[in-house]
């Protein structure tokens, strides 16, 4: 009882001191929502230049708890989440507001240790960030050697869903997306299966990092080597990877941006040829994961047995946890601009490695068309993944899709 009238007097602090910025509204249009993250677009130069401590707070909510808010001034945005369920055709009112009370929003933290970077909420790691090389296990040839990834991947439950390495496989490395079969002047360059020798994509460098309430995230540069140029390595494609982390609340999923922003530094450019895998993001599942544990559905209503070479908006790949709930899963998105959407699909069969049914997923843009970099040229690929404990069905991803590729439409009120 203590606590709830300290809440309470904490609150009405709050109002008694809040400054309205502006009003604005969200509007769901024809798709229900779900914890969905909102950015409305900051024009007033008060705002972006001025040093408030924002918040927003919701008109006619019986929750008068403010949300966190996150400006980026830079880009004249402002990032909040939309709590909890909201259906279709419905019109949610909100203020910006300056207030001299400092809300202690949790972070989604972001930490440095031993060669990677990790994202984690509230003490539950979320994913690491792989920069520095890791080799190969004792007595394999060291061209294996890697960074640049994400492993491992944890559920909010903390089971890791993420592999590298694998006997059978010594080139995958959990959540990654190097390219397959490319020509670069009509010479043929593999930067995916690294035991060719003919290529690899390596950390190079960290360009920005943002912690927040809202959602923290870090940009890198990948650097796409070929290693069959004349007289000495070269760079054949440099990749901006950025990671972001999106702040759902207590108890809530794992919300994750994949963005990648690609292009070749070479004179004419470099071609990804039709090939049944490579690029875009693939996934490499834990040993746990077998034909027997695991269930796939995609957008499009199919299933393990018939999704490999099809296409899809996304895809639900679920299996059994050591965690409380026994089952856990990752909805992969793919966004409605990317190459060749909705993307086609590279998916082991459930016989592969002698039956066992191990689990190789990627979402491929160039399965079935081959793909051209101009020279100097950005290209853009972005995914979402959904990473939860239990189960989802297809009405839940479809609401999680919708949110990524078609978000609620915002307006600002003027006095």
Known sequence: MKFFYVTLLILSNFFLSAQELIKFQVETGKYDRMDCPITVRISQESILKGN????????????????????????????????????????????????????????????????????????????????????????????????GYIHPLWTPGGEVLTRIQPSDHLHHYGVWGPWTKTKIDNRNVDFWNLGKGEGTVLFKKFISKKVGSVFSEFTTLQEHIDFGAKKENRVAINEHLEIRAWNLGDNKPWLIDYSSEINSPLKEGILFDTYHYGGGIAFRATELWQKNNISILTSENKNRANADGSSAKWVIIEGTTHTKSGKGGILFMSHKENKHFPEPMRLWPSDVNGGKGDLLFEFCPIRNQSWKLDSHKNYELKYRMLVYEGIINAEQAEIAWQGFANPPTVFIETK
């Open 52 to 147: 408030y401590n924002l918040q927003v707070i919701e008109h006619g909510s019986d929750d008068k708890t403010p949300l966190a808010a996150q400006l980026d001034k830079k880009e004249g945005k402002l990032y909040f989440v939309l709590k909890g369920f909201t259906p279709k055709n419905t019109t949610r009112k909100f203020s910006l507001v300056h207030s001299k009370i400092e809300f202690n929003f949790p972070k989604v933290d972001m930490l440095s240790s031993e060669g990677s970077l990790q994202l984690s909420y509230k003490n539950h790691p979320i994913l690491n960030y792989q920069y520095d090389l890791v080799y190969p296990p004792k007595g394999i040839d060291s061209v294996y050697k890697k960074s």
